[in-house]
């Protein structure tokens, strides 16, 4: 039983995924939202620096019911949230470049979110923090 002391997450590592072409995947993020993709063997990806997004920007890790419909199709079993400087001009970007936008957003206070299916028929959220977010008391 872990008493809490040791063997802790530390933080999300990596997301992975299959896609029937990797290649042509990563490099439709390329295109669409300026990932720097590079091959790594059979694999394509890249990966993000510690300091590459803004101090108030943060990662969450959730489960969600069974049935919601927030990923998009029963087919997802998950979806990925990547962090954006402008919501509109990526989802703008994502449009330009084939994907399918999502028509609705959302504007809480902490951030703007909108949504995008990418070539493979992936739900992707994207992010934009806002200025600042409010710190919870405890």
Do not use: C
Request: hydrophobic fraction near 40%; charged fraction near 20%; proline fraction near 8%.
């Amino acid at each position: 039983m872990n008493d809490g002391t040791q063997g802790k997450a530390l933080g999300v590592g990596g997301v992975f995924f299959r896609s029937p072409d990797p290649a042509a995947l990563a490099d439709w993020y390329r295109q669409a939202l300026g990932l720097s993709i590079e091959a790594w063997g059979t694999t394509h990806g890249t990966s993000f620096p510690p300091r590459a997004m803004p101090p108030n920007a943060f990662t969450v890790w959730s489960v969600f019911a069974e049935d919601t419909q927030y990923f998009g199709g029963p087919q997802q079993s998950y979806m990925v949230n990547l962090v954006v400087d402008d919501l509109d001009a990526a989802l703008a970007n994502v449009k330009q470049a084939g994907g399918e936008v999502a028509p609705e957003k959302e504007e809480h206070e902490f951030g703007r979110f909108g949504w995008f299916t990418d070539p493979d028929g992936n739900r992707v959220e994207l992010w934009e923090p806002p200025g600042e977010i409010a710190q919870a008391d405890g």
